[in-house]
Structures are given as structure tokens and as C-alpha cells.
């Protein structure tokens, strides 16, 4: 069971058309994107409070807030959550997370 953090289309429409295009031409930096946003674990809404999770990507994301109102790294917020997939856990977010260079 994985954990994915998936932007939403409005989070892809705040990424500007240069970056994405550099972005589809450099599959290595497209896999490194791509796998900082999946865990390799399910994440309970009770973990994101003040969380840290390795991504495939091999960094950390982390995550905060309370009751409804949660972001990864102080940034995208977590517009829905905690959906259930057959083998994952989905959370919605209004960012395209970037790994650490």
C-alpha cells in the first residue's frame, strides 16, 4: 500500500509551460518529480499533523496542520483527502511538490 500525493489541474496550470516542457524532456528529473509525490506507505489522516515520510524519490516530505487544514512543506495545501484506492492512498494537492536539489 503507497501513499500519492496528486496535484491537482490547477496545481499543473501554476507550473509554467517552459518548466513542464523542460520537465517532459528530462525523463530522469521527471522520475525524481514523480516519485517525490508517492510513499511507500499508508498515511492516516492522524499522521499529518507534524509528519515526515521518505518518498521513492529518496527525500522527505513533510506535513502539518490540524482538524481540516493540512500542507506539505508549508506550501500545498491538502485541498482532499484520505481517498481510498485498491492499493493506495490518495491525497489531493494544489502544488506540483518539487524534490530538493
Known sequence: H??????TNA?????SKVQLADL??????LKKVL?????????????????SF???EGST????????SFKVNDTAKIVCGDI???NATVYLVDEVL???S
Open 24 to 29: 517532459l524532456k528530462d525523463k530522469a528529473q
Open 35 to 51: 516519485t517525490y509525490h508517492v510513499v511507500d506507505k499508508a498515511i492516516t489522516p492522524s499522521e499529518l499533523p507534524n509528519g
Open 84 to 86: 481510498k484506492t485498491a
Open 54 to 56: 521518505k518518498t521513492l
Open 11 to 15: 496545481a499543473f496550470d501554476k507550473v
Open 2 to 7: 503507497i501513499t500519492v500525493f496528486a496535484p
Open 98 to 100: 518539487m524534490p530538493p
Open 61 to 68: 516530505l513533510k506535513t502539518s496542520g490540524s482538524g481540516e
